[in-house]
Nanobody, 123 residues
Framework: QVQLLESGGGVVQAGDSLRVSCAVS????????MGWFRQPPGKEREFVAH????????GYGDSVKGRFIISRDNAKNTAYLQMNTLLPEDTAVYYC????????????????WGQGTQVTVSS
């Protein structure tokens, strides 16, 4: 059974930086594409970023491109999302997800999910 556990959320001010982590237990971490999604209050869940199994390839949603950086450490079974220049509209519950399927930005392609971590950005 694969389990994902996010940490590092919190309350910050606009312009601040924050890093959230996703620790994965279970089967071989390096066999999964990892993704980050978020759900702002009252809105649908949206794609934030994803990273290939080796970490060589990354992709970002338009609203975070140039501000957020996704990374992974396969030796530590952990994925990260470094969030810079945070804006109030980045306020959301952030979820990490894993998939053994092909590279995708669709949440329907991800098989395993964490419980989410709240990030609140005040203006």
């Amino acid at each position: 059974q694969v389990q994902l556990l996010e940490s590092g959320g919190g309350v910050v001010q606009a312009g601040d930086s924050l890093r959230v982590s996703c620790a994965v237990s279970g089967r071989d971490f390096s066999s999964y594409v990892m993704g980050w999604f978020r759900q702002p209050p009252g809105k649908e869940r949206e794609f934030v970023a994803h990273i290939s199994r080796s970490g060589a390839l990354t992709g970002y949603g338009d609203s975070v491109k140039g501000r957020f950086i996704i990374s992974r450490d396969n030796a530590k079974n952990t994925a990260y999302l470094q969030m810079n220049t945070l804006l109030p509209e980045d306020t959301a519950v952030y979820y990490c997800a894993a998939t053994s399927r092909p590279w995708s930005r669709s949440d329907r392609m991800y098989d395993y999910w964490g419980q989410g971590t709240q990030v609140t950005v005040s203006s």
